[in-house]
């Protein structure tokens, strides 16, 4: 995985004046087969069938390997189905939360402890993090094989602001500081928007994603991070 | 759960993932939370069909499942594709675990609730064994049961039987007997012959059932020691310890036990009181309950549903649940679709009630309504032919008594449980009140469907209810046979200790002391008088030369069967109840024995009661003009009916005196002829069947052995078998029943164990498909 700072001198449309610091990363994926099988144990790992002793674990693995191969396969192929938009957004989640920890010491919410919203299909925000300022960011996470999906993850965010972010809170209480949860208090918190990305130009997306209406309506918090992945 | 956000316009989201969630930890096992799925449906029928394709995966039932549309489905999706390649069987997690088991150890103890898919699992298990199979359960509805799915399923070189006979062995690969613990005896005596490969104790839970539970654990004993490296498989509803059933007899050779608590369809609870009904939760009831609008069972009756009422066999016998629920019998109008009434044919055929207006059926008139009654007096065959017309949803509404309860699958929307007796120890009654409302909920087989059904109780047993649906059964650690029981009914004495002392002789169906005392009663007298006078030309005397004989010699008859009877017995003397019971129980054999289908004997038992001589008599007088026919009208209603002691189990010497089939004041016009259906079967079966055939048959055995009268053979195989005729006897061990017999007799040309012969006549008979399946395995 290539993580890419991008400076924000080099993007002519970042909004002047606000309060609301703005990050843009760009990265690149070359093998994305171990996010894969990560989050295929972390689901075997928690599954009741997994504790039946008699099933064969050997033969459910090599089952398994031949299931993700042909996701992988498929992916790289562009072949597009909803099970790839799934496996593919907890790629771009992944992928956020690495460059989020690594570009910008952020401290990050299990992807894990999200699998109660992934057994359930239902919608939410997609990774989470505490970044140094001691903001909760809400992560939202948008994939597809040929476009580059940043307004719909933008659209996302604004409108789960104030809603589904509130109602997240019952089970984040328990990975915050003091210091976040005042912040929460006084609404003071971050927001990060992941996508794919199958443009030709970084620059140009990103300038397209600061221009947008849902930014405006997001940089009236504290932070907003725009990150670009491309599977290559 | 019960609670207000249950009723919200759209499904609580943190709500729903809080039950995925734990379903995808533990596995549907809570049934707090299917029962709030089940409500999320029914409330929110469409917000709920999003969740419903990754629940079916999530609660492992892969046979419902479509393509997966999650990387979580598809993760489960590959624990599907394991299943089917580690067992070759489209199997739910728990139905693979199990079969594995099995597969693996030699001994394996397991339970699971009802529906989680045992029969499934084991039609799979039957189909790949290549050698013999035993197959242990508690009662006969049940073989029969078995033993129809079991037909269907096996090719026709696979000896299917219901009892332990090897028959047919020049056209026969494996066996499959189905059998009770009490025709388990058999087994021992043909072990050589036999090469069994697996046996399965299904219900197991039987061994907590007094004599029963003895005679069960006894065969497990031997069955542990005799065949001990055979594969045994014992199964039980959802009890908390199925390893008990090898601590009981301490068998430590490979053995393993599982629990699994996963359940598959989820069910909503309902009150009723003064025909108001109210959801309520036996489990969380956040709102103290929710009335509803309207009469749930209506409702369910009226959108083609059906319904299981489970009351007492009084009130069936009384009619009184006529009135109570005369409202829903309302809305079942007559049926009219060919293929239901069929059934009804087959079954009026069977009891001899077509286009007599004598007969009043009130269990035909119902089922003309798509309404049932099941109960254990109804014959087994008629029984069988009702479970039919129920399985093919012909039926809106069945009545039933505790015969249900025992495995029989018969599922319905709603269970309502007027009666709330259930028999046993505590942990009995709360496992046989968690079989009933297993019946509750339909398993469809739609994809993407989640099940659900109703369970109505009385208001004033809620708290019962609750407190029974929560708790855990467990089943016993040690065995009755290693108690000290202290028998107050000396009628067991004897059983109870051949069973533990393994002196039971499985030939003549008695226990050693028994036969000794048998042996020295002396009964010489009473049997040669029996054989000169009950026996003409080496055949019973029929009913009709019975009750031509003089009432001192008929009397002397009775007599000498009883003491043939007291014999075995430790007492010297019948209570009179009991002595009635068996007085009655003659004419009944001897129309048995005359070969008398039960429709005719039903029909010849109602002459004899409602007085038909009498009435047809008094007809002709009216015809004659002898007689107005208001004064015909008034004889007739002030003639009553004759006494007739009701059918009880033998012996029994709390059965003191003799307890009238119907009230002494009854007019023969207003006789209830299913009360002589019922009856009439508890003698064929509870009385002869169970009770009389053995010691009697016995006696005269011992009596021939000593005697060498060959007379006491020839009545011992009438009593036994019905018939002396060797071929009919081969045709019994065959496992054919009379009428059948009485269709093929005909075209047998020869019968031993290697085969049965057929004459060139068989081809003509075979064209029929019902008679082909008759013999298939035997042509």
């Not at chain 2, 031509?548 to 000498?560: E, G, H, M, P, T």
């Not at chain 2, 039960?598 to 409602?610: D, G, K, N, P, V």
Request: aromatic share 10%.
């Amino acid at each position: 995985m290539n993580i890419t700072k991008i400076d924000n001198a080099g993007l002519n449309k970042i909004p002047i004046g606000g309060c609301c610091e703005i990050n843009c990363i760009h990265i690149t994926i070359k093998d994305f087969r171990p996010i894969v099988e990560e989050f295929e144990k972390h689901i075997l790992d928690t599954s009741w069938i997994n504790k039946l002793d008699e099933l064969s674990q050997k033969t459910f693995k090599a089952t398994t390997q031949k299931t993700i191969d042909k996701i992988v396969n498929d992916i790289i192929a562009k072949i597009s189905s909803n099970v790839n938009t799934d496996i593919g957004e907890f790629i771009i989640s992944y992928a956020a939360q690495q460059a989020l920890e690594i570009e910008h010491s952020h401290t990050l919410i299990p992807l894990a402890e999200l699998l109660k919203e992934k057994v359930s299909g239902n919608p939410g925000f997609d990774y989470h993090s505490i970044s140094k300022n001691s903001y909760l960011v809400f992560g939202e996470a948008k994939f597809s094989l040929d476009s580059t999906p940043r307004a719909r993850a933008l659209e996302q965010i604004v409108e789960f602001i104030g809603d589904r972010d509130n109602s997240e809170l019952l089970w984040l209480q328990p990975f915050l500081d003091n210091n976040t949860k005042k912040n929460i208090i006084d609404d003071k918190k971050g927001y990060a928007a992941a996508f794919s990305h199958n443009n030709t130009d970084i620059i140009t997306t990103l300038n397209n994603a600061l221009d947008s209406d849902p930014v405006k309506e997001i940089i009236k918090f504290n932070e907003l991070y725009l990150i670009a992945v491309e599977l290559c | 759960m019960l609670s207000e956000i249950i009723f919200n316009e759209k499904i609580d989201h943190e709500l729903i993932s809080e039950i995925l969630f734990d379903f995808h930890k533990n596995g549907p096992v809570d049934n707090n939370h299917l029962e709030t799925l089940s409500y999320l449906k029914k409330f929110n029928f469409r917000s709920f069909q999003i969740y419903e394709p990754r629940l079916m995966f999530l609660m492992g039932l892969f046979y419902k499942t479509k393509e997966p549309n999650s990387f979580l489905e598809t993760i489960y999706n590959a624990y599907a594709e394991t299943i089917i390649s580690e067992t070759g069987h489209n199997f739910t997690p728990v139905q693979a675990d199990a079969y594995l088991s099995i597969k693996k150890y030699t001994n394996f103890s397991f339970s699971a609730p009802t529906s989680a898919g045992k029969s499934f699992l084991f039609q799979e298990l039957i189909k790949e064994t290549q050698g013999d199979i035993i197959i242990i359960l508690p009662s006969r509805a049940l073989i029969s049961e078995y033993l129809i799915k079991i037909k269907k399923l096996v090719s026709k070189d696979t000896l299917v039987l219901q009892f332990i006979e090897v028959v047919n062995i020049k056209r026969t690969k494996n066996r499959i007997y189905i059998i009770t613990p009490e025709r388990a005896e058999e087994l021992f005596k043909n072990v050589e012959k036999l090469n069994v490969e697996l046996i399965l104790l299904d219900e197991a839970q039987i061994s907590e059932e007094g004599i029963r539970g003895m005679k069960f654990d006894s065969l497990v004993r031997r069955i542990d020691k005799k065949l001990n490296n055979i594969k045994k498989v014992f199964t039980h509803p959802f009890i908390l310890n199925p390893e008990a059933q090898f601590q009981k007899h301490n068998i430590t050779n490979d053995i393993d036990s599982e629990i699994y608590n996963q359940k598959t369809v989820g069910k909503i609870y309902i009150e009723h009181s003064k025909r108001k009904f109210k959801y309520f939760s036996p489990f969380q009831d956040m709102m103290g309950g929710e009335n509803l609008e309207s009469d749930i069972v209506k409702d369910i009756i009226r959108n083609d549903g059906t319904a299981l009422i489970y009351i007492s066999k009084s009130k069936i016998y009384e009619n009184s649940f006529i009135e109570s629920y005369s409202e829903y019998i309302e809305l079942c109008p007559e049926i009219t679709n060919k293929e239901s009434l069929k059934y009804i044919e087959k079954l009026e055929d069977f009891l001899g009630t077509k286009n007599d207006t004598e007969k009043n059926s009130m269990l035909i008139y119902l089922m003309k309504r798509g309404i049932v009654i099941h109960h254990g007096s109804i014959p087994l065959k008629a029984r069988l032919i009702i479970e039919d017309f129920v399985n093919g949803r012909h039926a809106k509404v069945c009545f039933s008594t505790s015969t249900l309860i025992q495995g029989i699958n018969m599922p319905f929307d709603i269970v309502w449980i007027d009666n709330f007796t259930f028999s046993g120890n505590e942990d009995q009654k709360t496992l046989n009140l968690k079989n009933l409302i297993g019946r509750a909920g339909r398993v469809t087989q739609e994809d993407n469907h989640f099940d659900y059904g109703y369970v109505l109780i009385e208001s004033k047993n809620k708290k019962l209810f609750t407190l029974r649906l929560n708790k855990e059964s467990s089943i016993s650690p040690t065995s009755n046979l290693d108690n000290k029981t202290d028998l107050n009914n000396e009628d067991f004495i004897d059983i109870v200790e051949a069973i533990k002392n393994d002196t039971f002789d499985s030939e003549l169906q008695l226990t050693e002391s028994q036969i000794l005392r048998i042996e020295k009663a002396d009964l010489d007298d009473e049997i040669s008088f029996i054989l000169d006078n009950f026996l003409s030309d080496d055949r019973p005397l029929t009913v009709k030369e019975y009750y031509v004989l003089k009432d001192s010699k008929r009397r002397k008859i009775k007599k000498a069967f009883e003491n043939m009877y007291t014999a075995h017995l430790r007492r010297a003397e019948l209570t009179n109840g009991e002595k009635n019971v068996l007085s009655t129980s003659i004419p009944i054999l001897l129309w048995q024995i005359q070969g008398k289908s039960f429709a005719e004997i039903i029909s010849l038992r109602h002459a004899f009661l409602s007085e038909k001589d009498f009435r047809r008599k008094l007809s002709r007088r009216l015809r004659n003009k002898e007689i107005s026919i208001t004064n015909y009208n008034k004889q007739l209603s002030e003639k009553k009916v004759r006494f007739s002691c009701i059918a009880e189990s033998l012996p029994n010497k709390g059965f003191r005196t003799a307890v009238p089939l119907f009230n002494r004041n009854t007019s023969v016009v207003d006789l209830e002829f299913d009360k002589i259906i019922y009856d009439t079967y508890d003698y064929i079966d509870k009385v002869l069947s169970l009770s009389v055939k053995d010691p009697i048959s016995s006696t005269l055995i011992l009596y021939f052995k000593k005697s060498n009268d060959v007379r006491a053979l020839i009545l011992s195989n009438y009593i036994k078998y019905g018939t002396n005729d060797p071929t009919e006897i081969w045709l019994l061990k065959y496992g054919f029943s009379f009428e059948e017999i009485e269709i093929l007799i005909d075209h047998i040309e020869k019968i031993d164990e290697n085969e049965i012969l057929f004459k060139s006549s068989v081809n003509d008979f075979i064209s029929d498909l019902d008679n082909y399946r008759l013999i298939e395995r035997y042509i």
